[in-house]
């Protein structure tokens, strides 16, 4: 959750820096069209962006994600009370598979270098399911 409030004000700062930018451009062009501008055109803030985390993400923190539309999820410990990726986890929820979701997302888990299986990490089952 920080890291997507670091992010979405790193992104207001842009924004606002634009519209600066294209405020002064209309005073000075004397009523000509401002350039197109990039302020809306990326609603979604973490847009294909890869999420490296110690631990599974609790329910909110996984449809934070979502609504972030980040592609992938590394995680390293289950959460087994909290979590909502793994099946055994939390009520089962595997949010980042969820067809009544419009988006979806990769989740990892590092199995660590003692049970080094291909590159080191596994896909949490990625078959669409209905919560």
Request: hydrophobic content about 30%; some cysteine; aromatic content about 6%.
């Amino acid at each position: 959750m920080n890291c997507i409030d670091n992010i979405a004000e790193s992104e207001l700062q842009r924004r606002n820096q634009l519209k600066n930018m294209i405020d002064k451009s209309q005073e000075s062009s004397l009523g000509e069209s401002p350039p197109d501008g990039d302020i809306a055109n990326n609603n979604y803030l973490c847009l294909n962006y890869h999420v490296y985390t110690t631990h599974e993400p609790c329910t909110m923190c996984s449809m934070a994600l979502i609504h972030s539309r980040i592609s992938k999820l590394v995680y390293i410990k289950d959460s087994p009370v909290t979590g909502s990726i793994n099946p055994g986890s939390g009520n089962g929820y595997c949010i980042q598979k969820s067809c009544i979701l419009n988006w979806k997302y990769e989740a990892w888990k590092y199995i660590g270098d003692d049970e080094l299986i291909n590159s080191g990490i596994k896909l949490i089952d990625d078959d669409c399911i209905n919560v």
